[in-house]
């Protein structure tokens, strides 16, 4: 990362930690990971109602709405860490494999790049492996 980069990403951060300390001060030292760890996924049925067929009762299943969400994380890039994160733990949740979430990522290469997709496999790779470390 260069350091027009690093500088601009800093400064990034610090307007959206005033963005936030100006809308509630409680929330300036907000941490997604910690989100993360309190709420690390939703019950089935949450998923169900809300990525499944409760709100489209002849569309998708959550599962293939979960990869539908990581393919769209994953040309997000690096900005959706936190969020492909969570939806990586949804996916395994609504019964996809690490085949399919990485088969999933690697389709989305041709739409936000070699980086983009190579951060995805990342991300999801430790997701497994905290996946594994808990079993």
């Known amino acids: 990362m260069s350091d027009a980069f690093s500088k601009m990403f800093s400064q990034m951060l ?14 300036e030292n907000f941490d997604m990971r910690a989100f993360e760890k309190m709420i690390p996924t ?3 049925e949450m998923m169900e109602m ?3 067929r409760t709100f489209n009762r002849e569309g998708l299943d959550a599962k293939t709405r979960m990869l539908l969400t990581i393919g769209a994380l994953t040309v997000q890039g690096a900005m959706a ?6 939806a990586v733990r949804h996916a395994r949740q609504a019964g996809a494999t690490p085949r399919e979430i990485a ?3 690697w389709q ?3 739409f936000g790049g070699m980086p ?7 991300i999801a790779q430790s ?3 905290e996946e594994d470390a808990e079993k």
């Open 81 to 86: 860490e936190p969020q492909l994160r969570l």
């Open 42 to 44: 939703m019950s089935a």
């Open 14 to 27: 610090a307007s959206g930690q005033e963005m936030a300390r100006a809308f509630n001060p409680k929330l």
């Open 116 to 122: 983009a997709m190579q951060k995805a496999l990342n």
């Open 127 to 129: 997701v497994f492996a």
């Open 108 to 110: 989305m290469s041709m």
């Open 50 to 52: 809300w990525f499944g």
């Open 103 to 105: 088969e999933t990522i």
